[in-house]
């Protein structure tokens, strides 16, 4: 059951005693729109350099009640603080540093691309936690890319929409982000990850070991610092080593085009850092494809392995942890019946993300109330989500 917040009836209700117009509308005009938040099981720091990823959509997302207006404007309220962001389509400014952004950035990058758009007047709402390193901006940028469109929205296929997201991110807010978290929102499978390729944008879903093993997300309560800067950071030194590596072979155009035998061949041609950079995104390109063979084969031993390899290797190669996510690692991996422990996103902060044997879920809660603290002087939040559909209107009598 979804967060009380959540309920469509409650959000077309709001929105009517928000504004004059939509009251004056009969609340069969309001459609519901959802978009999920994201983990990723395995490859982080792939998807911008054309690798492989493997997210889950999960339980925990935006909504927005929507009501098309003939007007050429966008306005959006917060269902929790009856804060309000506009924009008109027609002359849609600069990012402001806000969560309008997403929405605007959205718009614009649907005009951009040749796609005809609405105005709308919307209320927004969401059990989705943002900074926590759970994809909220993609996940608005999901739901925002529907409302525009409309209905027949959810007919432009999921690889666009995702793409157009993206571009809102890369050239509208200015994160040069990859396409993961759009795609996970938009193209999510219930009860599975999906192992995409981030250049192609070819995908399969890929079944999790449910319901005896759970999807469990750890918040490490420390905000993301220096993200934008620091990420955006780590494409250059990545377009670096694909620089120095192309000298050598010219077919090179990406990291995702690089193995181990090419990047030792290579080493010598770039800077320590870049050579750093570019290792993890070579072995963590190879654990996405063994970690999907893992599960298939029920390997849950090897998919720990892979995981804690993964954190290693964005602690040490790629500089992404942080103290707490280190800290949320090492208690996860100490509790018997956690299979698999390791930072989910960006990184610098956020969450991990841990697949949990469902009767062991507790003793890893008081593991962390336990051990965490005093480690960190933080207390960390611990979702059990599902992993669930992408994003979509939400018809009749479906919550
Ligand atoms: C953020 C970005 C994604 C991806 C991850 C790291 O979530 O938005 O595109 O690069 O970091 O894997």
Redesign the pocket.
């Known amino acids: 059951m979804v967060d009380a917040r959540l309920d469509p009836d409650r959000l077309r209700e709001r929105l009517r005693s928000l504004d004059d117009l939509a009251a004056g509308a009969p609340p069969s005009d309001i459609e519901v729109v959802r978009a999920p938040g994201r983990v ?1 099981l395995i490859g ?5 350099n054309d690798g492989f990823v493997m997210p889950a959509a999960i339980g925990l997302e935006i909504r927005l009640a929507v009501l098309a207006t003939d007007e050429r404007r966008v306005v959006v309220s917060l269902e929790e603080t009856g804060e309000t962001g506009s924009f008109d389509l027609d002359a849609i400014g600069p990012a402001t540093g806000g969560w309008i952004d997403y929405v605007g950035g959205t718009a614009w990058a649907l005009q951009d691309a040749g796609y005809a758009i609405r105005g709308f007047r919307a209320i927004l709402a969401s059990d989705l936690p943002q900074g926590a390193g759970l ?1 909220s901006s993609a996940a608005l940028e999901m739901a925002s890319a529907l409302a525009l469109l409309g209905p027949d929205g959810s007919a432009v296929p999921v690889g666009d929409r995702a793409r157009i997201g993206r571009r809102a991110e890369n050239a509208y807010v200015g994160v040069q ?5 759009q795609f996970a929102s938009a193209g999510g499978v219930a009860d599975h990850a999906i192992l995409l390729d981030c250049r192609s944008l070819e995908f399969r879903p890929v079944a999790l070991p449910l319901p005896e093993v759970r999807l469990v997300v750890c918040h490490s309560g420390s905000r993301r610092r220096l993200e934008a800067s620091a990420y955006n950071d780590r494409l250059v030194e990545c377009q670096r080593a694909v620089a120095a590596i192309a000298q050598l072979d010219p077919s090179v155009r990406a990291l995702r085009d690089v193995d181990d035998e090419l990047l030792a061949a290579t080493r010598d041609r770039m800077d320590e850092v870049a050579f750093r950079r570019a290792s993890h995104v070579v072995a963590e390109n190879a654990r996405v494809v063994e970690t999907e063979r893992a599960l298939a084969a029920g390997d849950l031993a090897s998919v720990g392995k892979l995981f804690a390899a993964s954190h290693v290797s964005l602690r040490d190669l790629y500089e992404v942890s942080s103290p707490e996510l280190d800290a949320l690692v090492d208690i996860a991996t100490s509790v018997d019946g956690v299979i698999a422990a390791r930072l989910t ?2 990184g610098f902060g956020g969450s991990t993300i841990n697949l949990v044997r469902r009767d062991r879920i507790i003793a890893l809660r008081e593991a962390v109330e336990r051990d965490y603290p005093a480690r960190t002087g933080l207390q960390a939040t611990i979702v059990d989500v599902n992993a669930v559909d992408g994003a979509g209107w939400i018809r009749d009598g479906i919550t």
């Open positions: 990723n982080e720091h792939t998807d911008y994809s982000s990859g396409v993961m978290d996103g960006a």
